[in-house]
């Protein structure tokens, strides 16, 4: 992904700390970004040792936002421990950010963090991504907007493809043929616009909530018969990973 020329270069200006990796989130992950989608820069870095330690803290989350030659961009990091304490929970979001092939930065501790988490994904996960189905649904239900719905859509099929084979994939393009037939009609009218309504030929509301609710259950079955475990395998060498960050 080409980003617009110099955001790379605010954000780095303007960020406080030294950045383990970035990664792009948001529609450009997920295979449908619009002209005026927003670029979603997420990421974690690493507070100084004096940060930590003494009595004035540094900032364990930095959020950053502005307009870049009318592209609109929002930035998110987290320090590395919070962000390992995040992997440590049924977080499918966070998974997605240090997995993305969107890579505008990274480094050897954002390689030992990718290696890390197939040993992290459990079958709990499967719980976030039906919270975020759920919400995306209710707010396709009142905006009748095309983009929550295609989240909808977009988040069951990771969800039901992570429990399956343990491997994260974000991209919606690459999920299509567990989806019905006409989602890559939607993902098309989605492209031409952030915040479009369904096209005219779309599916009406009854067999969009019968294919959402038919995925919903794919995902529960294929949460209760998932090979994977109960709790993350690899937690020790996360602790290891931030104390040497630390110390190191």
Not at 7 to 13: E, K, S, T, Y
Not at 132 to 145: C, I, P, T, V
Not at 174 to 194: F, H, N, Q, V, W
């Amino acid at each position: 992904m080409n980003l617009p020329e110099g955001m790379i270069d605010r954000f780095a200006a303007d960020h406080p700390y030294p950045r383990a990796f970035v990664t792009v989130s948001g529609a450009h992950l997920y295979g449908f970004p619009s002209k005026d989608s927003d670029v979603d820069l997420r990421g974690v870095h690493l507070l100084p040792l004096e940060e930590i330690v003494g009595l004035e803290t540094g900032e364990e989350t930095v959020t950053l936002m502005w307009d870049h030659a009318g592209v609109e961009a929002d930035a998110v990091t987290h320090d590395l421990a919070k962000f390992c304490t995040l992997l440590l929970r049924r977080n499918g979001y966070v998974l997605e950010q240090v997995m993305s092939p969107l890579v505008v930065a990274t480094s050897p501790v954002h390689a030992e963090l990718k290696a890390l988490v197939p040993g992290l994904i459990t079958f709990h996960h499967a719980h976030h991504y039906l919270g975020f189905a759920r919400s995306q649904w209710k707010l396709f239900e009142r905006s009748g907007e095309l983009k929550p719905l295609l989240y909808t859509f977009r988040v069951l099929l990771t969800g039901i493809h992570l429990m399956r084979t343990g491997e994260v994939e974000a991209d919606l393009t690459r999920l299509t043929g567990d989806g019905p037939s006409y989602l890559p009609e939607l993902i098309e009218a989605k492209r031409a616009a952030e915040h479009g309504a369904l096209p005219e030929d779309a599916p009406g509301r009854s067999r969009l909530q019968d294919d959402v609710a038919s995925l919903t259950a794919r995902l529960e079955e294929e949460r209760d018969g998932s090979d994977l475990p109960e709790s993350p395998s690899d937690r020790r060498a996360l602790h290891d990973l931030v104390v040497r960050s630390r110390l190191g």
